[in-house]
């Protein structure tokens, strides 16, 4: 997969397991990811790219014109435990 696009499962590397959660945006150095037990709630986190593991879009019939990257500007703290 090329790039993650909103709505895409990605998967990060992190000590003592892994993390899942969906891409809602990106910008230069993060992905900003909708996942639960995230500093134990469900919340928008920034995860730097670097971490990325692997990314699984949808198997669409046809997909929605809203399925693309949205670019946003960096801001916030990145994410560096999601426990």
Known sequence: MAQ???GDVLVF???GGGHVGFC???DEAAYHVL???QGDRV???RIARH???AARRPDYRITPSTV????VAEG???CTNEA
């Open 68 to 71: 693309r990257a949205y670019a």
């Open 76 to 78: 916030g703290a990145l």
């Open 13 to 15: 590397h992190r000590s």
């Open 51 to 53: 971490r990325l593991y």
């Open 4 to 6: 993650p696009m909103l």
């Open 24 to 26: 809602v945006a990106q």
């Open 35 to 37: 996942g639960g037990n």
């Open 43 to 45: 919340s928008i986190a």
